[in-house]
């Protein structure tokens, strides 16, 4: 049981919502946690404010204040409203564009907060129905919003929702006005929602948007005659009962493949998942039907898109024929080499280019920028960091593309979001560019390690649950902090950089150097003299802690790949007995 301080504390707030404005279908399920003998669900129900994470507002739905509902994105929303029109005071009319995916109350969370938006003379674009998050990016540029916001919980379980704000340059919020907007939601009582909306504010978008963006998809494209010769390429794809269903086969077929086959299954559109057990492209389980089909038909490439369609995963034949998964940082090093050969092959690298990865990305994303002098930024885990980096050199330089481990690319800036409608119709056609190579997409993948080096990555996510693995997590952090690793797996740790105080340190020296990182955040990397790199870091939008393992190894020939990979996954085995996870 939980202390009595922090029960008292809870009940306090429960009570202020049944003594407050809130509907009896709420006011009963609180009743019920407060009556229950077990008060373990009304603690997490209240022990806290949701709030902005690196992913937005995101928890399970339910009653209370730590759970996603109508009066939190309600809060949510008019906190937002109350600063739109404080910072754009200046526009006769602000607007803002609504999206949302397939889960559970998302379509009613968006209308509310349509509702919400119009209510306070905002004008607002909602569409039909759901759509890919991506496409909310691109809408709120297209139309020249001031803001948006997208109902999903991404790849999480079918117990979250979510809420994603972006600005108006399309890109998740940060700061400061991600702060600045917390600060008002937090102002905000459940008397100030303005719920009734104004209908004649709020226009509904659909058809009109997706042939704009589709037709902006296709300006990426880098190898058209391989399209047009391997038009047939056996394509096996799964929405996984999401919203790429609304657009990746479309547009897929629009750039010319014509044999795309669907998981038929999967496409029911559902917040149930009721097929998967998670929702997730990273999740090996999650492709296994796909897989399954593409054994039947002996497909070319195997292609997934999470619940909201940013988040890409693939599915190969491995050189014995045997269906493999590939990771988010091999996906990635296949954009980053496909882009600028193809860009350099047609003349289209002047010298000016860029590219951006996460500081968790595999490091040979670097190496191949480097040799091919295209200037490479780091930035933090998210998709809002590379943004900002693309925001801040708009105009100076000319981004191609950037990416992140969790299985996210952005290969255009039209979209200021990871974008599975366009790496899917980048990785058909990557695919059909290698088969005119002669070779296959795995093939393509042991080319670039053999040009540039091999390296094999791992995640970790450890899952702590609730108020008491929250303070675990943060105990976890503290330790690594105080007690820095010497070694990890025998090798001498000779770099530590810690994004929490903007610090490198040369361990051998001890000499200290600062960063310079746009925030601070809760980050500890180690890079040790054989060229090991781990990353430990807190989850901004879910219970974990996460480990980001990379090491390296040369790679002579094709032949010794499995023997090269297999001495990777011994030594990752010893990295983690290193960490004790």
């Given at each position: 049981m939980e202390n009595k301080e922090l029960l008292q504390q809870v009940m306090s707030k429960a009570q202020a919502w049944l003594d407050g404005n809130y509907n009896e279908e709420t006011k009963a399920e609180i009743r019920r946690m407060m009556d229950a003998a077990d008060k373990t669900e009304l603690i997490?129900?209240?022990?806290?404010?949701?709030?902005?994470?690196?992913?937005?507002?995101?928890g399970i739905m339910g009653s209370g204040s730590n759970r996603m509902?109508?009066?939190?994105?309600?809060?949510?929303?008019?906190?937002?409203?109350?600063?739109?029109?404080?910072?754009?005071?200046?526009?006769?009319?602000?607007?803002?564009?609504?999206?949302?995916?397939?889960?559970?109350?998302?379509?009613?969370?968006?209308?509310?907060?349509?509702?919400?938006?119009?209510?306070?003379g905002i004008k607002v674009y909602l569409f039909e129905s759901l759509r890919p998050t991506p496409e909310l990016s691109f809408t709120i540029r297209h139309l020249g919003c001031q803001s948006g916001i997208i109902l999903t919980a991404s790849h999480n379980p079918k117990e979250y929702n979510g809420y994603k704000a972006y600005w108006n340059d399309g890109a998740q919020i940060i700061a400061p006005h991600d702060v600045n907007i917390i600060s008002e939601v937090e102002r905000v009582t459940v008397d100030d929602i303005k719920f009734n909306g104004n209908k004649a504010l709020i226009q509904i978008i659909g058809e009109d948007i997706d042939k704009i963006y589709l037709d902006k998809v296709k300006t990426i494209l880098l190898s058209p005659e391989s399209i047009k010769r391997h038009n047939d390429l056996k394509i096996v794809y799964t929405p996984i009962h999401g919203t790429g269903i609304k657009l990746i086969p479309r547009c897929l077929q629009e750039i010319g493949f014509t044999n795309v086959s669907l998981v038929e299954e999967q496409t029911v559109i559902s917040g149930n998942f009721p097929t998967v057990a998670s929702p997730n492209p990273e999740e090996p389980a999650a492709l296994d039907m796909a897989i399954q089909k593409a054994k039947a038909i002996d497909a070319d490439i195997v292609?997934?898109?999470?619940?909201?369609?940013?988040?890409?995963?693939?599915?190969?034949?491995?050189?014995?024929?045997?269906?493999?998964?590939?990771?988010?940082?091999?996906?990635?090093?296949?954009?980053?080499?496909?882009?600028?050969?193809?860009?350099?092959?047609?003349?289209?690298?002047?010298?000016?280019?860029?590219?951006?990865?996460?500081?968790?990305?595999?490091?040979?994303?670097?190496?191949?920028?480097?040799?091919?002098?295209?200037?490479?930024?780091?930035?933090?885990?998210?998709?809002?960091?590379?943004?900002?980096?693309?925001?801040?050199?708009?105009?100076?330089?000319?981004?191609?593309?950037?990416?992140?481990?969790?299985y996210g690319y952005m290969p255009a800036e039209f979209v200021r979001d990871k974008d599975a409608v366009a790496c899917c119709a980048l990785m058909a056609e990557m695919t059909a560019w290698a088969k005119d190579h002669g070779k296959t997409i795995f093939e393509m993948l042991q080319d670039i390690y053999l040009e540039y080096g091999y390296s094999k990555e791992k995640g970790i996510s450890v899952v702590r649950l609730g108020k008491t693995g929250a303070e675990?997590?943060?105990?976890?952090?503290?330790?690594?902090?105080?007690?820095?690793?010497?070694?990890?797996?025998?090798?001498?740790?000779?770099?530590?950089?810690?994004?929490?105080?903007?610090?490198?340190?040369?361990?051998?020296?001890?000499?200290?150097?600062?960063?310079?990182f746009p925030a601070l955040s809760n980050v500890l990397q180690y890079f040790t003299e054989d060229g090991t790199k781990v990353s430990v870091r807190p989850s901004g939008t879910e219970p974990k802690i996460k480990f980001y393992i990379e090491v390296q190894a040369p790679l002579a020939n094709r032949a010794d790949y499995n023997a090269v990979e297999a001495k990777a996954n011994t030594k990752i085995e010893a990295v983690r007995a290193s960490l004790g996870v």
């Open positions: 997490e129900s209240f022990y806290k404010d949701l709030e902005f994470g690196t992913g937005g507002l995101r509902n109508i009066y939190t994105v309600g809060a949510a929303t008019q906190g937002l409203s109350n600063y739109l029109k404080r910072e754009f005071a200046n526009l006769p009319q602000i607007s803002v564009a609504i999206g949302h995916d397939c889960r559970n109350n998302s379509r009613l969370f968006a209308e509310i907060s349509a509702d919400i938006f119009s209510a306070n292609m997934a898109s999470d619940p909201d369609a940013d988040r890409m995963g693939i599915a190969v034949k491995n050189d014995k024929g045997e269906w493999m998964l590939v990771n988010g940082n091999q996906t990635d090093l296949m954009f980053t080499y496909y882009i600028i050969r193809r860009r350099k092959e047609l003349g289209l690298l002047k010298g000016n280019e860029f590219m951006v990865k996460t500081i968790v990305t595999s490091e040979l994303v670097k190496t191949i920028c480097d040799k091919n002098n295209v200037e490479l930024f780091d930035c933090y885990t998210g998709f809002k960091w590379i943004a900002a980096v693309v925001r801040d050199m708009e105009g100076k330089k000319q981004y191609i593309g950037g990416g992140e481990e969790s675990e997590i943060v105990a976890m952090m503290k330790n690594f902090r105080q007690n820095p690793p010497k070694e990890i797996a025998g090798s001498a740790v000779k770099v530590i950089k810690d994004y929490q105080s903007q610090e490198m340190i040369d361990v051998a020296t001890g000499k200290v150097t600062k960063m310079n």
